[in-house]
C-alpha cells in the first residue's frame, strides 16, 4: 500500500507542469461579503483558533447537506465569517475541511482524507477465505495544510511523515472553489441565538 501511494505521489508530482502552477498569492478575487458594514475584521489564524476553542464564535449550521462540503458549518466574530468546518462521510471513509478566513479571503486550510486501505485488508484477509470484518480495516490518514497567506506554503503528510512541500494547483484551486460555495450556502442561513 505505501508503494502505491509514492507511485501515485509521484506521479502527480511529474504531472504538475510549471505552466499549470497557480498563482495563489493573489487572493483579492476572494474576498467574502459580510453581512457587517464595518471594516472586515483581519484576525489571524491563531486568534481564529483561540476564538474557536474558547467558545467566543457564533456556529451557523447549514440546515442541508453541502454540495461539496458535507455537514457545513461557520462560524462568525462580530457578524463575520472567519472559519468553516465541513464533514463529508460516508460508510468506512470521510473528508474534512477547515478554512480560515480573513479580509482577504481564505488565510489557511486543512483537508483531511481518511479513507480505509482495503488493497492492504484484502491481502491480510482475503474475501474468498474470510468474512469481511470491519473492525480489523486499517485507515489512512492524509493531510493536506495549505497556507495561503502571507506566501503559500503547502504540506501532505500521512502518519506525521511529510510526503510532499509541493504546492498542489489543481487541489488548492478544487478547495478554494468548495469553499466559495460554501460560503454562499451559509449566506442563506439564518442566524442561531447567540451564545
Known sequence: MRISILILTLMLL??????NKRDFENTENLIVETE?????LNLNNDEIDSLLQNGMLTEKMYPNMSACGGSLSGYYY?????????????ELSYTR???YLNKSGFSKIIYLEHFPEMEK???????????FDPAKVTFADTIYEIKIEPNVEFKKSYLDIVLSTETDSTLISKLLDCGKKMIAELNT??????R
Open 14 to 19: 511529474l504531472s504538475c507542469k510549471e505552466e
Open 36 to 40: 457587517s458594514k464595518a471594516e472586515y
Open 78 to 90: 462580530e457578524n463575520q465569517l472567519v472559519f468553516i468546518d465541513a464533514t463529508y462521510s460516508g
Open 97 to 99: 475541511k477547515k478554512m
Open 121 to 131: 485488508y484484502k491481502k491480510q484477509y482475503p474475501l474468498d477465505k474470510y468474512d
Open 189 to 194: 442561513v439564518e442566524e442561531k441565538a447567540s
